[in-house]
C-alpha cells in the first residue's frame, strides 16, 4: 500500500488552506519541471466530461512516480437524481438515488491506481451525510478526508500570528488585531498581506501596528473605497482610475480579494442598517477596524439590498470563472468596473 491515499478529500470554508495543502501535494511530484506534465485539473461548475477524467486518472506518469488529478466540485459533476425527476409529488429536498454518472464515478474511486491521486475539492463544509464521505468511511487507508474551516472572527489574530511565524517572521499582538480588523476572516488576504509586512520588516524585528498601518490593505481602503463611490454613481472614468491606481501598487489577485470582501461587507452593513443597527453594533458584528466600519456603513447606505446582491452575485460568478478558464484578474476587473459603471448590475 502506497503511503498516499489514492483518494484525498478536501472540504470546508477555508480555500487558502485548501490551496496550501494542494501545493504541498504538488511539491511532493519532484521535479517542477516534469511535475506540471502529471497534473491534471478539472471542475464539476465548468463543461466537464467524466471520459477525460477517467483518462486522466489512469494515465501512465511521465518521469515520475505518480500523477495528480484535481477534481474540483465533484457534487455538481455528478449530482443524483432528486424526488421530482423520479415522482414529482415527493417532497423535495434530498435526493432519493445516484445518478448513472455517479455510479460510474464512485465505480472509479474503487479503482484508482496505484500511479495516480485524485484530489477531491469541495469548497463547503459536507454533512456527515453526504455520498462522498459514505464512499470514504469503508475506503480504509486508500482514502483521507481532511476539512478546512475559516477561522472565527475572534479566533483571527490569533490564526495572523500562527501565520506569520510559519512564515519565518513574527507579528505583535496589537498588530495582530489591527490586521484582524481589516482583512476579516479572508485567510488568502490575510497571508499575502503578512507576506508583505514581513518583506516590509525584512524578517529582521516583529510588524508593529504601526508597520500595518503604513503598509497593509488599510493603505490601499482609500482607493478601493473610491472606486466603490464611482461605481455607485455611474462615473466609469474615475472607477477605472482608482481601479489602475490600486493595480499599480497591489496584486491582481489580492485585489480582486478585496473588491469581493469589499461588497460582501457592504451587503452585510446594509443589511443590518436596514434592521436599524448602529455602526458599533455594525463593527462588532462584522469585525472591523473602527474607520473601515464607519465607510463600510457610509457607503452601504447608496446601495439598496437588491443593488448590493446582483453585484455580490456577480463577482462570484467572475471569480469562479477566472478559476476555471484562467481569465486573467486585471482584465477580469478592468471587464467588470466597465460593466458596473454602465449599471450593469440592474
Partial sequence: MSATP???LLHGSDEYAIAAQIEKLVAALGDPSTAEMNIACFDGHASFNFD???TAVNAMPFLA?????????????FPGRTPKQVAPEAEPGTEIAPSANRKKFLEMLDHIPPTATLV?????ALKPD???LKWVKPAGEKAEVKAYFMPKRWEMSKWLENEARKQGGRLEPQAASLLAGMTGEDTRIAAQEITKLLTYANYARPVTAADVEQVSILSAQGDVFALVDALGKGEGQKAQASLHRLLENEESFSLWGMVIRQFRLLLQAREMLDERATVPEVQKALGLHEFVAGKICEQARRFSISTLESIYHKLLEIDEGAKTSQVPLDLALDTLVVELAEGGWN
Fill in 65 to 77: 512516480a505518480r500523477r495528480l488529478v484535481v477534481l474540483r466540485n465533484p457534487t455538481a459533476a
Fill in 52 to 54: 477525460d477524467l477517467y
Fill in 6 to 8: 489514492s483518494v484525498i
Fill in 120 to 124: 477531491l475539492v469541495e469548497q463547503e
Fill in 130 to 132: 453526504h455520498w462522498l
